[in-house]
C-alpha cells in the first residue's frame, strides 16, 4: 500500500498544482547564487589573463631605437609571470576588469616602493582584427605592445630560470655592497672611502631609476655591467662621473623620495 505521502503527491499532480517543491527535494538552482559574483566570473577573468601569454614588443622605445620586449606567461597556478627585457617583474594580478578589458598587476621590489602597473586589451582600429596591449605605469608612463609570437618552449624554460635566479640576490661583499666579491668595484667600495661614497650614491640613484622609469632596469643592468668590466680605478672613476652625467642629463633623480 502507497504511504500518504505519495498519495499526497499524486493528488497534487493530479489537480496540476504548482508545488512540486512539496514532493521531493529542493532546486538545483536554489543555491546558484551563493557562489558570489567573483567566483562567478573567475573563469572569464582567467580567460583574459590567458589571452595575454605571448612575446610582446613596443617596436621603438621612447628616447632610442632599441625594442622593449615583454614575456607573459600565464599558468593556472600562479598566475601571470612577466619578463621585461629579461627581467623578471616579480608580482601578481590585483584585478581584472572584464567590462574595460584591463587588469591591475601589482609589483613588489625588494628595495624601492611596490607598484601596480594596468595592462589593457584594445582592439586594432585598422583591421577591427587582433589587438594591441597598453601598459601603463605608476608615474604615467605608458608603452604599446603588438605581438609578436607564442611563447616556445624554450621561451618557459627561460622563464622558469630568470625566476629562478632572481630569487637569489646577488653575492653582496662585507662592506654592504652588491658588486661581486672578485670584482674591482668591491674592493675599491671596501677599501677606500672615496670609491664607497660613489658606489653608495649610484646604488641609491639605480634602485630609484627601477623603480620610477620603464626603461630603469635596462639602463641600471648596463651601469653595472660597465662598472664591474673596469680593471683600473681610473676606469672606475670615469664610469662613475660619465654615468651620474648621463643620469643628470636625462632623469629626475632624488627629488621625491629616498627609496633604500
Known sequence: MASSSTWWCGLVLALGVGALSACG??????????MGPDLAEAP???DLERSLEGIWSTGVSGGDDAETIYAIEWQSV???RILRDGSWLAGTVEDVDLDNQTLAFHITRENGPDETVTLRKVQDAASGEGFHLRVTWAQGQTETLGFVRRLTDRDRQEIVLEVRQSAVLPEAVACGGDAP??????????SQSEFAELDRGLRTQLVE???RYPDGDRTAAAVVQQLDA????ECLRDAYAQWQTYFDENYDLGDVLDYL
Open 25 to 34: 527535494p529542493s532546486s538545483p538552482d536554489s543555491d546558484v547564487d551563493s
Open 44 to 46: 572569464q577573468a582567467q
Open 78 to 80: 600562479g598566475g601571470l
Open 181 to 190: 666579491a672578485s670584482s674591482l668595484r668591491a674592493t675599491l667600495a671596501c
Open 209 to 211: 631609476l627601477s623603480a
Open 230 to 233: 673596469c680593471k683600473t680605478p
